[in-house]
């Protein structure tokens, strides 16, 4: 019983952090129709900026946790930046094109900034440094660390906080209103630009956020990182439905566990034929079989809640 | 490219540009090595299987409008299914005019079976599945060495039989006519025949009662399926044939290689093969083929550049010449999309078919067509 | 009103229900071989609900659906293509980058059967096929008067041009009915005129038609007989005097929305 808690536990981690990554990928969607393939690397930039700022901080013997506010704030920041710049290079100009193009532009995005910091970081494996406390609890039988607490409670706080700026605030509706129909919004006043400029800094904020978190839970920086990461992150907001707030949410969470659940126990299910390498598999297993249920995703046909 | 279309006059200059460009095709090699070096020749012969595959792609992509991001995954089938069935790895060594049409029909079945739980999937959500079996299937060939060895996992499987048939093996040096032919002038001349028949088929298949109504699904799948085109069948045939151009190229590739493993199956491949499409112009076989060799040449052309270009400017090297290849690769990609969006040579004045025995009407349409110029 | 002998379509006692409300309730009516059935009603009545149901893209809750004598309540739109009726949009929904003639010889696509060996080998058969297609199609383009070149891409046509042409690529479909779903919305009134004589055209040339139109005048200018619908349900049914002359109908829909 304690290693299903402790499975349910980790994947409760890892969906928060996929369920921050894929609503930046659900938001950019729901309002420009777009999978925003560069969002990964978004994610890995946060991790490195975070990571090069707190070697900085940690040399001049700041406190570890006023290091992590710093690094978090620049790296998001820094991200916002990019998101606002990728949108206005590779995407505002494509936005009557054929649906593909923008697809193709978000590769070469995607390519330069993992090139880019291969080119500024290095190709190594860096260390992230602990800024958090690392104590550990035990909860019936399984264990969890102060990092993985600190994850699921952030997580927690920034999508409540998303979601009432998309519900309760001036900025949120004309975000609905823009995903609902750009040229009635337009037509009503909205300045369509400046909703999806801010759309994808919001998006890249939370990028940034989840990069410091995978790098913290994990210790480790890489350049690759964001290809991964995006990738589940963007199942996740698909299996929840692609273009909704609270799917995206449920699609990060759901995927979390179902890897975690998936890693543990798919030998046993399998006889032992499979191991836990075959995790991906379920992963992905599961969610052609919720398509194929719910063609739109979990949470998908309510179009009306999209922001 | 009037492969397949009925000539529109038979004193069109069409005879002569053929025989051009097949006399620039079956020299480049020779061209190609005496310049170059013999590198580009290998090169040269990638490209070909890349216009294979971006070919297959444009089948699912182009023409039906369904996007498909696993596309690898059938190269894997066809490439797996010639190394287990023509290598040391279970002692099996079958002819490989069985070999390599099984692995396109492997293929196509394996481009059935992805096809038919998406057909009710839509866009992006398509292109997720469709991502996610390219991934499961490259799971599978990474991890299927235990219990069972099957596919030798992440080591992949070596010593390949060569494409070899009545004692002629690809793999070594051919006298042919009194002239010497290298491996990779004969594995050149193979994929160019490949090459000529999937344009062939690509061909013949757009301007047909099939291609008809795969573009008209999509443009409009409502519409398609109001005028009574069986869209789950239809589609499904566009998966499957897409597939099996994919297996075919798969089984060339492990011949011409000699080893494969998991890595040359990864999701950048798919990625990059639909790139030469969408780049190249979706829909347009020459775009398609244009998008495949720039795909295939700029790379390289960069990795050779990026060191020695850093050398005369800086006097040093500044910059990893390899990320700064693929950089500018990335660039590269977000230009030419936003300086031409549809693509560099999208197939919007395509001119049809007309038959050939409707001399007056082709006239005026003709005069039509071409009327404004004159 | 019991179903004649010559009627081509039935539908009786057909109910179509969206998350609890009825856009159709208990709907029966016929449609006779060779004439112009007219549907009309005012917005929400249900006519563009009876209309995907009988064209497949719904299926009914309730009642039957027979179409020459054979029941098709639950077939997708393609069989009932092949069945034989084919339809037009409200919103044109013609294949924008593919050429006028070539939208055509897509709606050929259910009477004929080259397949991927035909296509490859350009057998005899195939090429007589693809002839043929060629031809219908050519003609089908000159009957609804677009004359301009064939090759011009559908996006590119006028405005009233691809109306016809989606009338056109229905007919290629060999149809035994024709449904056309508000054929004249946003035509002017020549192009009305027009549409009207090539209506009649087609119905002389042996196809049933039926309309839903929101232009009151033309469907009682062409329509033998006029169904009228009113928040899902059917209350008036005859020749166009009829329903001019009927109370339910001028209070519930000419009185409403005339006034």
Redesign the interface.
């Known amino acids: 019983m304690d290693i299903f808690l402790q499975q349910i536990l980790n994947g409760l981690v890892q969906g928060s952090v996929y369920a921050l990554v894929a609503l930046g990928y659900t938001m950019v969607y729901g309002i420009l129709g777009l999978i925003n393939f560069a969002h990964g690397e978004v994610v890995m930039v946060g991790a490195m900026v975070a990571l090069t700022v707190s070697q900085l901080l940690l040399a001049t013997g700041l406190p570890p946790l006023l290091v992590l506010l710093i690094a978090l704030m620049v790296a998001a920041a820094a991200c916002m930046v990019l998101g606002y710049g990728i949108e206005r290079i590779a995407y505002r100009p494509l936005r009557n094109a054929p649906r593909l193009a923008p697809l193709i532009t978000a590769i070469g995005v995607s390519i330069v900034l993992q090139n880019l910091a291969m080119i500024f970081w290095g190709r190594e494996y860096h260390a992230f440094p602990q800024l958090l406390p690392n104590g550990l609890h035990t909860l019936g039988g399984a264990v969890i660390n102060d990092v993985q607490l600190i994850i699921m409670l952030v997580a927690l706080l920034m999508m409540t906080g998303l979601m009432l700026l998309v519900h309760r605030t001036r900025l949120g509706r004309a975000m609905r209103a823009v995903a609902e129909n750009p040229s009635a919004a337009m037509l009503m006043g909205v300045d369509i630009n400046r909703v999806i400029s801010v759309t994808f800094m919001l998006g890249s904020a939370l990028a940034a956020v989840a990069g410091i978190m995978v790098s913290a839970n994990y210790g480790i920086v890489h350049y690759y990182m964001g290809s991964i990461l995006g990738l589940k992150a963007f199942t996740a907001a698909v299996l929840g439905g692609i273009g909704n707030l609270r799917g995206a949410m449920l699609g990060g969470v759901l995927l979390g566990l179902i890897e975690s659940l998936g890693a543990g126990y798919i030998g046993d299910l399998s006889g032992g034929f499979f191991g836990s390498n075959y995790q991906d598999v379920f992963a992905f297993f599961v969610l052609i079989a919720v398509l194929i249920f719910r063609p739109s995703g979990l949470l998908g046909e309510r179009v009306a809640e999209r922001a | 490219m009037n492969l397949g279309k009925f000539p529109y006059c038979k004193k069109c200059n069409a005879w002569r540009v053929f025989a051009v460009l097949a006399i620039v095709l079956l020299a480049l090699p020779f061209v190609t090595d005496a310049l170059l070096g013999r590198g580009w020749v290998r090169i040269a012969d990638f490209a070909l299987l890349y216009i294979m595959l971006a070919l297959g792609l444009n089948i699912v992509?182009g023409y039906a409008g369904l996007?498909d991001l696993g596309y690898v995954a059938f190269f894997a089938v066809g490439a797996y299914n010639y190394a287990l069935l023509s290598s040391p790895q279970f002692g099996l060594h079958w002819p490989v005019w069985v070999v390599l049409p099984l692995g396109g029909l492997l293929a196509g079945f394996f481009g059935v079976l992805l096809g038919a739980?998406?057909l009710?999937?839509?866009?992006?959500?398509l292109?997720?599945?469709t991502?996610?079996?390219g991934?499961?299937i490259r799971?599978?060939l990474?991890?299927l060495n235990?219990?069972v060895n099957v596919t030798n996992g992440p080591q992949g499987i070596s010593m390949i039989d060569p494409v070899q048939s009545g004692g002629i093996s690809l793999g070594s040096t051919q006298q042919v006519f009194g002239i010497t032919l290298p491996s990779v002038h004969l594995y050149y001349y193979l994929f160019l025949c490949f090459t000529l028949l999937v344009i062939f088929?690509s061909l013949?298949?757009e301007n047909?009662?099939?291609?008809?109504?795969w573009?008209?699904i999509r443009?409009?799948e409502?519409?398609?399926?109001?005028?009574?085109?069986?869209?789950r069948n239809i589609k499904l045939?566009a998966f499957s044939?897409g597939a099996t151009f994919g297996g075919l190229s798969g089984g060339l590739f492990a011949g011409f290689q000699g080893f494969i493993s998991p890595e040359s199956f990864s999701?950048t491949e798919s990625?990059m093969i639909?790139?030469m499409v969408?780049?190249g112009g979706?829909g347009n076989i020459g775009g398609v083929i244009l998008g495949g060799v720039l795909l295939v040449l700029l790379p390289e052309a960069l990795r050779n550049g990026a060191g020695p270009v850093q050398q005369w400017l800086f006097g040093k090297t500044l910059?990893?010449p390899e990320?700064?290849r693929?950089?500018l690769?990335?660039?590269?990609?977000?230009v030419v999309?936003?300086v031409r969006?549809?693509g560099l040579w999208p197939s919007?004045q395509r001119?049809?078919e007309?038959?050939d025995?409707?001399d007056d009407?082709v006239k005026q349409?003709l005069e039509?067509?071409y009327g404004s110029s004159k | 009103m019991a179903p004649q002998n010559n009627s081509l379509l039935e539908l009786s006692c057909v109910s179509k229900y969206f998350g609890g409300l009825a856009a159709l309730s208990e709907v029966s009516l016929y449609i006779k071989r060779g004439e112009i059935y007219g549907l009309i009603g005012p917005n929400g009545a249900g006519k563009t609900t009876l209309f995907n149901i009988v064209t497949g893209l719904y299926r009914l809750d309730e009642g039957e659906f027979n179409f020459d004598g054979i029941a098709y309540a639950h077939c997708k739109p393609h069989v009932l293509a092949e069945a034989g009726i084919a339809r037009t949009f409200q919103n044109i929904r013609l294949f924008a980058n593919m050429s006028a003639l070539e939208n055509i010889m897509v709606g050929r696509h259910v009477r004929t059967h080259t397949g991927i060996w035909g296509a490859l080998t350009r057998n005899v058969a195939a090429r007589a096929e693809e002839r043929a297609i060629t031809q219908r199609a050519r003609e089908l383009l000159r009957f609804v008067g677009i004359d301009g070149p064939h090759q011009t891409l559908a996006k590119h046509l006028s405005y009233g041009e691809q109306r016809r042409l989606e009338i056109a690529r229905a007919l290629a479909t060999d149809p035994k009915m024709l449904a056309l779903d508000e054929p004249a919305a946003g035509m002017n009134a020549t192009e009305t005129e027009s549409l009207k004589t090539l209506l009649q055209t087609i119905r002389n040339s042996g196809i049933t038609v039926l309309l839903i139109e929101h232009d009151v005048k033309l469907i009682l200018g062409l329509c033998d007989r006029i169904a009228v619908l009113d928040y899902g349900k059917k209350i008036a049914e005859g020749t166009p005097d009829e329903v001019r002359r009927n109370q339910t109908v001028i209070a519930a829909y000419l009185g409403g929305e005339a006034a």
Do not use: Q, W
């Open positions: 992509v996007l739980p998406t009710r999937l839509r866009g992006d959500y292109a997720i599945v991502l996610g079996f991934e499961i799971i599978f990474n991890n235990a219990p088929v013949r298949l047909s009662r099939i291609g008809r109504a573009m008209a443009e409009d409502v519409a398609a399926e109001a005028m009574g085109i069986n869209t045939l044939m999701l990625v639909l790139c969408v780049l979706m910059v990893d990320s700064l693929m950089l690769f990335g660039l590269a990609l977000v999309m936003l969006p549809a919007t001119r049809r007309l038959s025995d409707d009407v349409e039509s067509v």
